[in-house]
C-alpha cells in the first residue's frame, strides 16, 4: 500500500465549477501537507502549505486538512481554464527532515 | 521565493553514455534536492545533496549511478551515469528553506535515451 493515495483522475469540468480534489495517507507522523500545481512541462508550483489540521484560504483555493481521518483536500472555486493542470499532494513529518512524500497527481481540465 | 533554474532543459542521449545536470539558485539554501518524475507519475526523491558533504540517498538509488556535487550554497550537480533507457525521466531540482519548510522546484530536464 502507498503511503499516499490520490484520486486519479482525469478530472474535467465547466468553467465556474467548484474543484475538489483528494488524498489520503496512511502515515500518522504525517503532520505538513502540500498542494502542488504542475503545468505541462514546467516544475511543480507551490500552492499551498499547511500545518496539522484546518483550513486554509488563499483566493479561491482552499486547503483542507483532517488529521484524524487521514484526509485533505483541495478546493478550487470558480475555476478557470487557467488551471487546467496536474495538481500533487505531499506531505513531510518532522521526524523526516525535509524528506517529501507525493500522490500521484490529479490531471484537471477546465473547459471554457 | 528562489528563482531555480536548470541545465539543460532536455536532451537526447545515447545508451551507456553520462550526462551532468544542473541546478542554480539565486540565493543561498540549505537544502537541495534532487528528484525523479517519470512519464505520467509523480516524483521520487533520488538525494539530499549536502553542502560540504557527500549527498544522502533514497532507498534504490545509488552513488554511482547518481553522482551529485554540492560545491557550494546555489549551486548543485546530478549526473546520471552509463545511462539506458529506463533513465529516460524528467530530473528535477527543488530547495527548501530548511526543516519541514516547504520546498520550490526547477522546471525540470526531459532526459530521454536512445
Known amino acids: 500500500q502507498k503511503e499516499v493515495e490520490q484520486d486519479p483522475g482525469p478530472l474535467s469540468v465547466p468553467e465556474g465549477a467548484i474543484v475538489s480534489l483528494n488524498c489520503t495517507y496512511s502515515n500518522s507522523a504525517f503532520q505538513y501537507f502540500m498542494w502542488y500545481r504542475q503545468y505541462s512541462r514546467k516544475g511543480p508550483e507551490l500552492l499551498m502549505y499547511?500545518?496539522?489540521?484546518g483550513n486554509k484560504e488563499d483566493g479561491r483555493f482552499t486547503a483542507q486538512v483532517d488529521k484524524s481521518s487521514k484526509y485533505i483536500s483541495l478546493f478550487i472555486r470558480d475555476s478557470q481554464p487557467s488551471d487546467s493542470a496536474t495538481y500533487l499532494c505531499a506531505m513531510s513529518a518532522v521526524t523526516s527532515g525535509s524528506r517529501l512524500t507525493f500522490g500521484e497527481g490529479t490531471q484537471l481540465t477546465v473547459n471554457p | 521565493s528562489a528563482v531555480i533554474s536548470q541545465k539543460p532543459s532536455r536532451d537526447i542521449c545515447q545508451r551507456g553514455t553520462s550526462l551532468t545536470i544542473q541546478c542554480q539558485v539565486d540565493?543561498?539554501?540549505?537544502?537541495m534536492f534532487w528528484y525523479r518524475q517519470q512519464p505520467g507519475q509523480s516524483l521520487t526523491l533520488i538525494a539530499t545533496a549536502n553542502q560540504g558533504s557527500e549527498a544522502t540517498y533514497e532507498s534504490g538509488f545509488v552513488i554511482d549511478k547518481f553522482p551529485i556535487s554540492r560545491p557550494n550554497l546555489t549551486f548543485s550537480t546530478l549526473t546520471v551515469s552509463n545511462m539506458s533507457p529506463e533513465d529516460s525521466s524528467i530530473y528535477l531540482c527543488?530547495?527548501?528553506?530548511?526543516?519541514?519548510?516547504?520546498?520550490?522546484f526547477g522546471d525540470g530536464t526531459r532526459l530521454s535515451i536512445l
Open positions: 540565493s543561498q539554501v540549505t537544502m
Open positions: 527543488s530547495v527548501g528553506g530548511g526543516r519541514n519548510q516547504p520546498q520550490h
Open positions: 499547511t500545518y496539522s489540521s
